[in-house]
């Protein structure tokens, strides 16, 4: 073989290990670009689901938020309407003291007036008019009398102040009522003071009848 053709030999076989070694390395060119795309994408997907759970975290202290105000917009609706109803209740309970002193005053007065003098007669009528007109006014005002003469017994609304011994009436009913009572609304301003009945036992009645 000449020289002229080992060199054009060479040069070829340079030129072919040259591109031999081109596509190698666009091979791996691409390989680490399709490994870096892989990362990238990996990456991105870390990062959307991270974003995802702050979303559902935020959308979470949102509601909490909304609902935390809801309450305390309800309460304070609540507080307002119990101010309204019950922010007088003192003053109610000052007040029927008096409605009560004024009442026995009344209810010492003697039946037959006929015999008493006229001016007399006409400021007992005046007193009794008077007590109507704050009956209905408490009434006006959501006050409510308590007066459970004939009931049974019921401790939410009444004080048992003694027991009376009788065989007329089942055993827990009202039989006097000492005190009015009040309320306020729904709430008990004060509880009505009472005698309840109490069977007599037969033992009782035998000592009784031995006696």
């Known amino acids: 073989m000449s020289k002229k053709n080992e060199e054009k030999k060479s040069v070829n076989d340079e030129k072919n290990s040259d591109k031999e070694q081109s596509h190698i390395n666009e091979e791996i060119i691409e390989d680490a670009t399709l490994d870096l795309s892989k990362i990238e994408e990996e990456n991105n997907t870390d990062t959307v689901s991270e974003l995802e759970q702050k979303v559902l975290d935020l959308k979470d202290q949102l509601m909490r938020t909304l609902a935390d105000g809801e309450n305390l917009r309800k309460r304070t609706l ?3 309407e119990n101010s309204k109803k ?3 209740i003192y003053f109610v309970k000052d007040l029927i003291t008096s409605v009560d002193n004024f009442q026995r005053a009344l209810k010492a007065v003697p039946e037959e007036k006929s ?3 006229e001016p007399i007669q ?3 009528i ?3 008019i008077v007590e109507k ?3 209905v006014t408490l009434e006006k005002h959501n006050v409510k009398v308590i007066d459970p003469l004939g009931e049974n017994f019921d401790y939410n609304f ?3 102040m003694f027991e009376v011994p009788t065989n007329e009436e089942e055993s827990g009913k009202v039989v006097e009522v000492s005190q009015k009572g009040y309320m306020l609304h729904d709430r008990l301003v004060r509880p009505a003071m009472v005698g309840i009945s109490k069977k007599i036992e ?4 035998d000592k009784n009848s031995i006696k």
Not at 202 to 205: A, F, K, M, V
């Open 78 to 80: 609540k507080d307002i």
């Open 86 to 88: 019950y922010s007088h």
């Open 115 to 117: 015999s008493l003098p």
């Open 122 to 124: 006409n400021l007992i």
């Open 126 to 128: 005046g007193l009794e």
């Open 133 to 135: 007109e704050i009956c």
């Open 158 to 160: 009444h004080q048992a």
């Open 202 to 205: 037969e033992n009782d009645n």
